[in-house]
């Protein structure tokens, strides 16, 4: 299968970075000087990745809240597959979440995507990052690095070099769903292509994997809002 993809060259970048735009583009970031065969075997080692995030059939979802309006008493906000209300308080002056509703300081409801942007990170590095941990020693993989971005990619991240990267959007949905695509990531430093080893792996780890593709079928658009 070929690949078509732009590369932008960059005096100032260390490594080599493959993303896919929302037009669906692949561009290939290089250090200025970076060979041609070197960004090919890159390109080559992500083939699969690229051709997931290429194809994948997205449907069009209006975002739940305009960006740019006011957080409201009494509107609700996913987490962990759950949509829960917030409640705007004086008392606090940082985002909680207690007895299933979310706290949120009133001073800081006009900044809604940024407070709860920052808060959604904060958890998913909390809550994401100890299970990519406990699943890699569950399975003998060795990862170099776990890392959270703020990537609009639909879950995990290909890199060469066994870093495993999650989207922090991913802290909206249920744990069985995250599990699943931290096991996935690790499953593809085991085996690159999803083969029937590939879904072993997988089904080992997690025996309700298919619930999990089905809820990111249904709610893969959770994924691209920005809060
Ligand atoms: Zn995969």
Not at 28 to 55: F, M, N, R
Not at 116 to 131: D, G, M, V
Not at 136 to 162: H, Q
Not at 218 to 225: A, C, M, Q, Y
């Amino acid at each position: 299968m070929e690949l078509d993809y732009a590369i932008v060259y960059s005096p100032k970048r260390k490594r080599l970075t493959i993303t896919v735009e929302r037009d669906r583009s692949i561009v290939v970031k290089a250090p200025t000087g970076t060979s041609i065969d070197k960004i090919q075997e890159v390109v080559e080692s992500c083939k699969l990745w690229l051709y997931e995030k290429t194809h994948h059939e997205q449907k069009y979802h209006p975002p739940l809240h305009p960006p740019g309006k006011e957080l409201v008493n009494g509107e609700s906000l996913p987490y962990l597959g759950r949509n829960y209300q917030l409640e705007l308080s004086d008392s606090s002056n940082e985002i909680q979440f207690i007895n299933n509703h979310f706290l949120v300081p009133k001073a800081q409801a006009k900044q809604r995507g940024d407070i709860f942007k920052n808060w959604y990170i904060q958890q998913a590095k909390e809550q994401i990052l100890p299970r990519v941990k406990v699943n890699a020693k569950r399975m003998g993989v060795e990862f170099n690095l776990a890392k959270i971005t703020d990537s609009k990619y639909r879950w995990g991240s290909c890199t060469p070099k066994n870093n495993v990267i999650f989207n922090w959007r991913l802290i909206k949905t249920p744990m069985f769903v995250i599990d699943y695509v931290i096991v996935h990531e690790l499953a593809h430093l085991l085996e690159s292509n999803h083969t029937s080893i590939f879904w072993n792996i997988v089904a080992v780890q997690v025996p309700n994997y298919q619930l999990a593709k089905k809820w990111l079928r249904e709610h893969g658009n959770v994924l691209e809002e920005d809060f």
